[in-house]
């Protein structure tokens, strides 16, 4: 299983890693937890944990 990913921005010219500080909102839904991060570059990532 993929357990250690790091999750990296995919911004058109970026590729910036996301660090915990760029986490702005976490919630919990049937499909698992998401985490949502916004980057320097302004672009917003959304990760899905189960």
Not at 17 to 39: A, F, K, M, N, W
């Amino acid at each position: 299983m993929l357990e250690s990913l790091t999750p990296t921005c995919e911004a058109e010219g970026c590729d910036r890693g996301l660090r915990d500080d760029d986490r702005q909102i976490v919630y919990d839904s049937p499909g698992g937890t998401r985490h949502v991060y916004e980057c320097a570059c302004g672009a917003v990532t959304v990760t899905v944990t189960r």
